[in-house]
């Protein structure tokens, strides 16, 4: 079945850094997505990118659509410690079912 | 708005229970899934459901069954609960079609098989 890498697994960071992960598949995609998991919550949509190539803000949030439509990358710039948490790509294609979710990166802000 | 609701939040079951996780959504969402997240796995489907009256199986369906009980509710059913199955599981909504992907959650049901 369809499988999304995402990268890195598990990050460390002092507050105030910029952040970077980013998710590939072997698959083309129409659709990428960027969640956030707080600790005992549900994900929460952060950013949607709908066409290959397209750059999109969110607060300090930036992801990008990869032009061949197999990745996608998130950053965070100047990250704060309610930063904390799972981020999630997700993808879609037009004849999937659903959507398939990567493994995530667990980020841990210190401040 | 109290958007996707989840009931159990937390559950402890016996190997060979059953037990039904209920989900309702007041957004007036046509689709509906069930995810189970288990740790360094992300998040994969169950089964979910595209419309009132439709329901198809995702990528881990086996030991599951749901029912779209009508365009709000959503239902998870473990017939004879595994160790397995231990893990937490997330009801999600969305209005469009299953692959626009703006899918929102539930807070999750933590589930326990002893």
């Known amino acids: 079945g369809q499988q999304l890498n995402q990268s890195p697994q598990s990050m460390f960071i002092q507050e105030g850094e910029d952040v970077s992960m980013n998710c590939t598949s072997s698959s083309i995609f129409n659709t990428w997505l960027w969640y956030k998991q707080d600790p005992g919550e549900g994900p929460v949509l952060l950013i949607a990118l709908y066409k290959a190539g397209e750059l999109t803000s969110n607060g300090r949030l930036t992801a990008q659509f990869g032009i061949t439509r197999k990745d996608s990358f998130l950053n965070i710039s100047a990250s704060i410690p309610s930063d904390v948490g799972i981020y999630f790509c997700?993808?879609?294609?037009?004849?999937?079912?659903?959507?398939?979710f990567g493994k995530g990166t667990t980020l841990s802000v210190s401040s | 708005n109290a958007g996707v609701t989840q009931t159990p939040k937390f559950q402890v079951l016996k190997t060979g229970q059953s037990m039904t996780l209920q989900c309702a959504q007041d957004m007036n969402h046509n689709s509906m899934y069930w995810y189970r997240q288990d740790p360094g796995m992300g998040l994969r489907l169950i089964y979910y459901s595209a419309s009132e009256g439709t329901t198809d199986k995702g990528e881990v369906p086996n030991g599951y069954n749901v029912s779209r009980l009508n365009k709000r509710e959503f239902s998870l059913r473990l017939e004879s609960a595994a160790p397995s199955q231990t893990s937490v599981y997330f009801c999600?909504?969305?209005?469009?079609?299953?692959?626009?992907?703006?899918?929102?959650f539930g807070e999750g049901s933590r589930l326990t098989v002893l």
């Open positions: 999600a909504s969305s209005y469009g079609g299953s692959n626009t992907g703006e899918l929102f």
């Open positions: 997700a993808g879609a294609n037009q004849a999937g079912t659903a959507l398939i």
